[in-house]
């Protein structure tokens, strides 16, 4: 079955990057659907980051000013996010999930999250 | 972007109940309406897309309904298991947005 797992540093610095991985198992990244990164904080809630597809096109969300960048290693069947001038605004659960589209768009597959504190 | 708004925030209720949430988009979004369900500690799960599809593996008491700007999401005879907050998301824009979440309890 289709699995996703996140992995990372727990706790960045301030200012700092925070890079973080998602292993996908069950499918190919190759297929048609999308790959995104969705995170959770108690203030915003859910809050869609970004997408990639198996081509490397990427959409993300303009909220995030810039700051995101995302990218597919196809050897390892995984994707990544990285996440510049880290504040403590992104403290937050960071989620990968799987984007379907042929019927409508959905987040049908999901990791377990990865829980990443900005602290000094 | 386009704003998502679930009523109630919390509501209370018991196993067996019928229990209805309201998701209200700021635009036409048509039917690019989907809920999840979430659990402390866990991710979320799809239940319901493109407003009134069941995922698979969901049982049939969850349904969903609507288009336009207004959408709910039914739960017939809520189940222990139930308890949890659920979440609307729409697929209308590129520019993917949820709901603030509302989060079911036991009576």
Redesign the interface.
Known sequence: QVQLRESGPGLVKPSETLSLTCAVSGVSLSGDSWW?WVRQTPGK????IGEIAHSGGT?D???FKSRVTMSLDKSKNSFSLHLTSMTAADTAVY?C?RVEFT??????Y????ALVTVSS | ?IQMTQSPSSLSASVGDRVTITCRASEDII??L?W?QQKPG?????LI??AS?L?SGVPSRFSGSGSGTDFTLTISGLQPEDFATY?C?Q?YS????????TKVEVK
């Open positions: 995104s809630g859910l809050e869609w959409n969300n303009p909220s989620y999930a019927t409508g768009g959905k987040f049908d999901w990791g377990q999250g | 972007d039917t690019f989907n999840y866990e991710a979320p799960r799809l897309y493109v599809n995922q979440y998301q697929s590129s520019l993917w947005t949820f709901g603030q979440g």
